[in-house]
């Protein structure tokens, strides 16, 4: 079974978001990895652009699918992990730490509270 750290929210298109402040971390959860398989290409949005809660930032690739990557937040976007671009094999190594996708400095943090807890996650993965 997957582990879904605490301190995390998650969309139902299993992204996560980890707050501090205004900036949030965006990712993908383990289960999403799981799901894809090999991970072959990343599409991430450029430092500077704006993205839009609910809304597509990018794509990640796999063997098996093309799936667009959600936005939990409303903001800009001040960093993406640009080792992932060049090898988005390492996202499968540690999603929630190190294979964080991009940082967005958040217009309205309280838009995460929309977002699922670590158990209303889980339930929802053990309901498929």
Same mark, same amino acid.
């Given at each position: 079974?997957?582990?879904?750290? +605490?301190? #995390?929210?998650? !969309?139902?298109?299993? =992204? %996560?978001?980890?707050? +501090?402040?205004? $900036?949030?971390?965006?990712? /993908?959860?383990? %289960? *999403?990895?799981?799901?894809?398989?090999? $991970?072959?290409? #990343?599409?991430?949005?450029? /430092?500077?652009?704006?993205?839009t809660v609910n809304?597509?930032?990018?794509? $990640? =690739?796999?063997?098996?699918?093309?799936?667009? !990557?959600?936005? &939990?937040?409303?903001?800009?976007?001040?960093?993406?992990?640009e080792p992932l671009?060049?090898? &988005?094999? !390492?996202? *499968?190594?540690?999603?929630?730490? =190190?294979?964080?996708?991009?940082?967005?400095? *958040?217009?309205?943090?309280?838009?995460?509270?929309? *977002?699922?807890?670590?158990?209303?996650?889980?339930?929802? #993965?053990?309901?498929?």
């Amino acid at each position: 079974m997957s582990n879904y750290p +605490d301190d #995390l929210r998650y !969309l139902d298109s299993h =992204e %996560y978001v980890r707050m +501090d402040g205004d $900036i949030a971390t965006i990712g /993908i959860t383990d %289960y *999403a990895i799981e799901q894809l398989g090999d $991970i072959v290409f #990343l599409e991430l949005p450029d /430092i500077g652009d704006l993205v839009t809660v609910n809304e597509s930032f990018g794509s $990640i =690739e796999s063997v098996k699918a093309v799936e667009d !990557l959600k936005s &939990p937040v409303t903001g800009t976007v001040i960093e993406r992990n640009e080792p992932l671009i060049e090898s &988005p094999e !390492l996202l *499968a190594e540690d999603p929630y730490g =190190e294979g964080w996708l991009i940082k967005v400095r *958040a217009n309205d943090p309280s838009e995460v509270d929309d *977002a699922m807890t670590a158990d209303q996650y889980s339930a929802l #993965l053990d309901g498929d």
